[in-house]
């Protein structure tokens, strides 16, 4: 019988979070050049105004989402918003709705602070996270946060309150 995939907040300092969040950057490092990847370190992750969570299944570590709580911009009229970062799901694991429900804890980590705004920059390449941002609400916007429209990243919005 399959162990049931718990999610919860953890240090994204944890050495098992370390080692998933190397597995995202190979995979980004295959798909994009450096500098076409906007990724938070492991520091940044445990700023304040960063909320970071795992999926656990059993004893292992099979998934990450953050979300990084930002002030409001011109390219968000002036309203705060949260940006979804360092999404990743053990290959392995998906197609079991994980993604979705790091997705669906972010957002609620988001309306506990009062952001109504959910905010994300993915990668072109990256159609399975494409692809789970649409069925959940994603739409696509212009740059924010000072993203420039370099033709490989893909801006996606959603309204959560």
Do not use: W
């Amino acid at each position: 019988m399959n162990a049931v995939v718990e999610i919860k907040p953890e240090r994204a300092d944890h050495p098992e979070v370390v080692a998933l969040l190397d597995a995202l950057d190979r995979y980004l490092g295959e798909l994009y050049e450096p500098e076409a990847n906007h990724i938070l370190s492991v520091s940044e992750l445990l700023a304040p105004q960063v909320s970071f969570f795992v999926a656990r299944r059993g004893h292992s570590i099979v998934g990450t989402g953050a979300v990084r709580c930002m002030p409001g911009e011109a390219d968000t009229n002036g309203q705060p918003y949260g940006e979804v970062k360092r999404m990743y799901v053990d290959p392995s694991m998906r197609g079991q709705r994980i993604g979705e429900r790091l997705l669906q804890t972010l957002e609620g980590s988001l309306r506990e602070r009062g952001v109504a705004l959910a905010l994300l920059e993915t990668g072109r390449d990256q159609r399975e996270a494409v692809r789970l941002y649409e069925r959940c609400g994603y739409a696509r916007r212009s740059a924010f946060g000072g993203y420039a429209e370099n033709g490989l990243s893909l801006f996606m919005s959603k309204v959560i309150a």
